[in-house]
């Protein structure tokens, strides 16, 4: 199984970025999906989650309206559209994946089963 995050990259306060994540080895259509983000110093954070139908879909609450996820299960790849951003998000953000899931959300990082190896994303004020 691999998951392979994408997108990361320097960014000023108010800008966007979208990050990707492409899996592989595993029956993506199947699995909830969600990104965390790790800051220097801090525990790893729920950042979003979505279901394998996308129906259904849940945000930490520091990113609702400004962030969004996203699937595309023919395509074995989820989305993270970050706009807005603050030099606060700075952190590595990674993707992970709940196999063989029911159609819900996952939002405590212990359920997943499978991580990606992350990508830093960092915001200058």
Do not use: H
């Not at 950042?47 to 962030?67: E, L, M, N, P, Q």
């Amino acid at each position: 199984v691999q998951l392979q995050a994408s997108g990361g990259g320097l960014v000023q306060a108010g800008g966007s970025l979208r990050l990707s994540c492409a899996t592989s080895g595993l029956t993506f259509s199947r699995c909830v999906m969600g990104w965390f983000r790790q800051a220097p110093g801090k525990e790893r954070e729920f950042v979003a989650t979505i279901s394998r139908s996308a129906g259904g879909i849940s945000y930490t609450d520091s990113v609702k309206g400004r962030f969004t996820i996203s699937r595309d299960n023919a395509k074995n790849t989820v989305y993270l559209q970050m706009n807005s951003l603050e030099p606060e998000d700075t952190a590595v953000y990674y993707c992970a994946a709940v196999g063989r899931s029911t159609d819900t959300i996952v939002e405590v990082k212990g359920q997943y089963d499978y991580w990606g190896q992350g990508t830093l994303v960092t915001v200058s004020s």
